[in-house]
């Protein structure tokens, strides 16, 4: 009986112990949060990151990112697609936007992403480069599904990159009031243009991310990766 006891509470320690890891790091966080640190909506909790300022702006049509206002989209060549997401692609940095965090167990952080191009240096995301990462995989399917090919990207990582968008979105819980605005054609309606935003200054967050880059190369968030390893 008494051995059954000690078993049982050694097979329960390590559940306990998650559990109880778990609960202090969301009070940390909590901590941080609510009044005990400066951070602002999105802000990096451990104050690795620093902050950025905030900008008033208007989204507006973009032409860059998105030419074909109005036009027939089954007639637009294949070229100019793919310069397109091209056009998308390097708005974030080489790379990624990866960040070398050497005292990453200091912090409150999971394991950081440890690539062998890099030499094994613990590594972490800025989440925002992350998210467009995932947009513009997203976007990149779907012109490959429309030109009748088959799917370049695993169909797991394409719904991570739809789920880990709602999340995001539902994170930063935009309260902003939008309006209808008519387009050329009757019928074409475009929702959210013209009304008046706060914004985090985007140029701001991408010269720092350019700044301490950890890597170099294009796309490495693509690149096969393992997680921890000896430090």
Same mark, same amino acid.
């Given at each position: 009986?008494?051995?059954?006891?000690?078993?049982?509470?050694?097979?329960?320690?390590?559940?306990?112990?998650?559990?109880?890891?778990?609960?202090?790091?969301?009070?940390? &966080?909590?901590?941080?949060?609510?009044?005990?640190?400066?951070?602002?909506?999105?802000?990096? &909790?451990?104050?690795?990151?620093?902050?950025?300022?905030?900008?008033?702006?208007?989204?507006?049509?973009?032409?860059?990112?998105?030419?074909?206002?109005?036009?027939?989209?089954?007639?637009?060549?294949?070229?100019?697609?793919?310069?397109?997401?091209?056009?998308?692609?390097?708005?974030?940095?080489?790379?990624?936007?990866?960040?070398?965090?050497?005292?990453?167990?200091?912090?409150?952080?999971?394991?950081?992403?440890?690539?062998?191009?890099?030499?094994?240096?613990?590594?972490?995301?800025?989440?925002?480069?992350?998210?467009?990462?995932?947009?513009?995989?997203?976007?990149?399917? =779907?012109?490959?599904?429309?030109?009748?090919?088959?799917?370049?990207?695993?169909?797991?990582?394409?719904?991570?990159?739809?789920? =880990?968008?709602?999340?995001?979105?539902?994170?930063?819980?935009?309260?902003?009031?939008?309006?209808?605005?008519?387009?050329?054609?009757?019928?074409?309606?475009?929702?959210?243009?013209?009304?008046?935003? &706060?914004?985090?200054?985007?140029?701001?967050?991408?010269?720092?991310?350019?700044?301490?880059?950890?890597?170099?190369?294009?796309?490495?968030?693509?690149?096969?990766?393992?997680?921890?390893?000896?430090?």
């Amino acid at each position: 009986m008494r051995d059954a006891i000690v078993l049982a509470t050694l097979l329960a320690f390590p559940l306990s112990f998650v559990i109880i890891l778990t609960k202090h790091t969301n009070n940390a &966080v909590r901590h941080s949060v609510e009044g005990h640190s400066p951070i602002g909506l999105a802000g990096e &909790v451990n104050g690795i990151v620093p902050p950025f300022p905030s900008t008033s702006k208007t989204f507006r049509h973009d032409s860059i990112f998105w030419p074909f206002k109005d036009v027939d989209l089954a007639n637009v060549a294949e070229s100019k697609w793919n310069f397109i997401v091209e056009e998308w692609r390097i708005i974030r940095p080489f790379g990624g936007g990866w960040l070398k965090v050497d005292d990453w167990d200091q912090h409150i952080l999971p394991r950081p992403v440890r690539l062998d191009v890099t030499k094994m240096i613990p590594m972490y995301s800025i989440s925002i480069f992350h998210q467009l990462h995932c947009l513009t995989a997203i976007f990149s399917e =779907y012109l490959t599904a429309r030109q009748g090919k088959a799917p370049e990207a695993d169909l797991s990582h394409t719904l991570h990159c739809y789920d =880990y968008l709602r999340q995001t979105v539902m994170c930063h819980g935009d309260s902003t009031l939008e309006y209808v605005a008519e387009g050329r054609s009757q019928e074409t309606l475009e929702y959210g243009y013209e009304s008046p935003r &706060v914004c985090r200054d985007f140029n701001a967050v991408l010269n720092y991310a350019w700044k301490h880059n950890a890597v170099k190369m294009r796309d490495l968030i693509e690149l096969q990766y393992k997680v921890g390893g000896s430090k």
